[in-house]
């Protein structure tokens, strides 16, 4: 079992940078490849970014690469999500996510999820 808590969400005004963690708990943290996700009102959860397990490799969705970068502390149990360029449309509940194979980026591939924090982007 692991638990995952989300912190650093907020309100930023457009084009501002903000960073994300995410604290895990409660089993080895680096048998875990880690995912950000994020829900927009009215829209289904999004995949933006994965790291995998050694924190030898990454994976964006198009609509965040160049933008966020997602990495690891394995020795703080801890996954970033460092956002800049931040646009209103980015605006949405940000969540964390383990998973237990590499390269995940489908949902349902994500074993355990943090209970997300929000990001609002002012224009």
């Known amino acids: 079992q692991v638990q995952l808590v989300e912190s650093g969400g907020g309100l930023v005004q457009a084009g501002g940078s903000l960073r994300l963690s995410c604290a895990a708990s409660g089993a080895t943290f680096s048998s875990y490849a880690m995912g950000w996700f994020r829900q927009a009102p009215g829209k289904e959860r999004e995949f933006l970014a994965t790291i995998n397990k050694s924190a030898g490799g990454t994976y964006y969705a198009d609509s965040v690469r160049g933008r966020f970068t997602i990495s690891r502390d394995n020795e703080k149990n801890t996954v970033y999500l460092q956002m800049s360029s931040l646009k209103p449309e980015d605006t949405a509940v940000y969540y964390c996510?383990?998973?237990?194979?590499?390269?995940?980026?489908?949902?349902?591939?994500?074993?355990?999820w943090g209970q997300g924090t929000q990001v609002t982007v002012s224009s």
């Open positions: 996510a383990a998973a237990r194979l590499n390269r995940a980026v489908a949902e349902n591939r994500y074993d355990y």
